[in-house]
């Protein structure tokens, strides 16, 4: 298993430009997250899933969008990128059940200019 | 909204030294998770807590649920170099929405 996977792994953008960070997990699981870390700080959760079709908003959800056509895929969508969201993205996922451990990935690092 | 706190934010210790670190949240949380970051990687899961005045061990690793479900806290014995990196609380409220405080970095030294 690869567990949860991350592309890219760095990427600098320039102001107002988009893009989409992408996240896959070959573990079967219902629920997948979205956080940023920025430098020297905590996980901030931007997005969250717990299945196929069913997405709801973490703690800073602004200026992101996400979607879930599968089980297995997770995209990160950036409209307009802004200084602001130079940070550090994590995608993880977990299992439906009470003891719901998460795998990360191992980040994209993304800068904006 | 709900807020999940840890201190102290930085812990320089010598090895063989203990070294504790608090978790509160302002809610009452349903379970809490304890995970570490190396430098430069991403977070490890460590071990979840569910029910109110749990404790649990992992080898030189002691984790506490608070009685009120709304602390925590992670303590090693005799840390050692290994044990260097960022170590995360984050709870959830009974939605799988979890919130992770903002980290203890341990760093070690020989």
């Known amino acids: 298993n690869a567990g949860v996977t991350q592309t890219p792994k760095f990427r600098i953008l320039k102001i107002g430009q988009s893009m989409t960070l992408q996240c896959a997990q070959d573990?079967?699981?219902?629920?997948m997250y979205w956080y940023r870390q920025d430098p020297g700080m905590g996980l901030k959760l931007i997005y969250y899933s717990v299945g196929a079709g069913i997405t709801d908003k973490g703690e800073v959800p602004n200026g992101y969008n996400v979607s879930r056509s599968t089980t297995e895929d997770f995209p990160l969508r950036l409209e307009l990128a802004a200084p602001s969201q130079t940070s550090v993205y994590f995608c993880a996922s977990s299992s439906r059940g009470s003891y719901n451990e998460q795998f990360f990935g191992p980040g994209t690092r993304l800068t904006v200019l | 909204g709900q807020q999940v706190m840890q201190i102290p934010q930085y812990q320089h210790v010598q090895e063989g030294e203990d070294f504790t670190t608090y978790c509160n949240s302002s809610?009452?949380?349903?379970?809490i998770q304890w995970y570490k970051q190396r430098p430069g990687g991403h977070p490890v899961f460590l071990i979840q807590?569910?029910?109110?005045?749990e404790v649990k061990k992992q080898k030189r690793l002691t984790f506490q649920f608070g009685e009120a479900k709304k602390n925590s806290s992670l303590h090693i014995t005799a840390t050692q170099t290994t044990d260097v990196g960022t170590y995360f609380c984050?709870?959830?409220?009974?939605?799988?929405?979890?919130?992770f405080g903002t980290g203890t970095r341990l760093k070690v030294l020989a």
């Open positions: 984050a709870g959830t409220s009974g939605t799988y929405k979890y919130i």
């Open positions: 573990m079967n699981h219902n629920y």
């Open positions: 807590l569910v029910k109110s005045g």
């Open positions: 809610t009452t949380l349903s379970n």
